[in-house]
Every structure is written in C-alpha cells, then in structure tokens.
C-alpha cells in the first residue's frame, strides 16, 4: 500500500509486546505505539527515569536486553516521540541526543504526571485499534494526546508533511 499525506489519517495503536519474540517479550509490557498514517510514531514509554538516553546502563548487544529499564530506553532512543511519566519533570518536552538510526534527527520526549500518564496507557489498552482515521478516535484521551504532539511547535516539518495532506 502506497502511503499519501493525509489529514484524516489513519490511527494504529499496538503493544511493544508484539513486535518482540521469545522471553524479551514481557519486558516490553505497557510500551505502546500509536502508528500515524503508517509513518509516524509516538511511543508511550512506562518510566523510563533519567537520563532518557543513558546508553552505559545497556548491554552492548541489544539483543541482549534483560530488564524492563533497559527494554523502556531502548523503547524510548529510537523513538522520534516519546510520552513518559516522571513526577518531576510532568509538563516539560526534552530534546534528546540525535540517535543514530535517524541523521540530524532528536528525539522528543513528552513528559505527563504518573496519573495523566496511567489514564492514557489504559485508554490505548482498550483502544488497541487497527485503521480507524483520527477523525473517528477524537475524545479517547491517547488519541487527543497525540493530536497535541501534532500540533506542537516540537513536531518535525517532515512528519508533519504526512499527516496535513488533502484526503
């Protein structure tokens, strides 16, 4: 399928869980991503503490990941968006260091308050939609949280180029 800018994009929202084979798949619980118009994504990462990017605290294989803290910053660097709790820095958006896989790119991390961040996990867990456009998933808090990501002056020109088409 040929992906087009649409403004009416579609929505996916999945576990991290899924995308991860074998016993490393259970240190993955509670990692979603919303999927926006299959090309961009926001992570909603369970507390990753600080620093996001704190990369001595992994193996050097991260095939090798062996505790939730690991599998949430790795979750959180090759995210280009990430929503974290984290009571001390609730409300504040951070810049992180360029990651690798994405030339000249930082990651952005949103940071929301434990019981903000609890009401939008649940509601992706029972949203755990496949397809339906923006449009229609307005009002579930994830989904009108990640139109506030969208709208941000945090948000990149070429991200946003895909979710500001005419349909």
């Known amino acids: 399928m040929q992906v087009t800018p649409k403004a009416d994009y579609p929505v996916e929202a999945r576990s991290r869980r899924w995308e991860v084979d074998g016993p490393q798949a259970?240190?993955?619980?509670?990692?979603?991503?919303?999927?926006?118009?299959?090309?961009?994504?926001?992570?909603?990462?369970?507390?990753?503490?600080?620093?996001?990017?704190?990369?001595?605290?992994?193996?050097a294989d991260l095939d090798e990941i062996t505790t939730e803290r690991q599998a949430r910053q790795?979750?959180?660097?090759?995210?280009?968006?990430?929503?974290?709790?984290?009571?001390?820095?609730?409300?504040?958006t951070i810049r992180s260091q360029t990651t690798s896989w994405r030339e000249g790119r930082h990651g952005v991390v949103f940071y929301v308050g434990p019981a903000e961040y609890a009401r939008l996990a649940a509601d992706l867990q029972a949203l755990d939609v496949v397809g339906a456009t923006v449009s229609e998933l307005r009002g579930h808090p994830a989904v009108d949280?990640?139109?506030?990501?969208?709208?941000?002056?945090?948000?990149?020109?070429?991200?946003?180029?895909?979710?500001?088409?005419?349909?």
């Open 26 to 59: 259970a240190l993955y619980e509670g990692i979603w991503d919303v999927l926006l118009n299959r090309m961009v994504t926001v992570s909603f990462v369970p507390d990753i503490g600080q620093p996001v990017h704190d990369r001595a605290r992994w193996p």
């Open 74 to 92: 790795e979750a959180a660097m090759f995210a280009d968006y990430t929503v974290t709790p984290n009571i001390e820095l609730a409300g504040r």
């Open 145 to 167: 949280f990640v139109e506030r990501i969208v709208a941000s002056p945090e948000f990149a020109d070429e991200d946003a180029f895909w979710l500001r088409g005419e349909d």
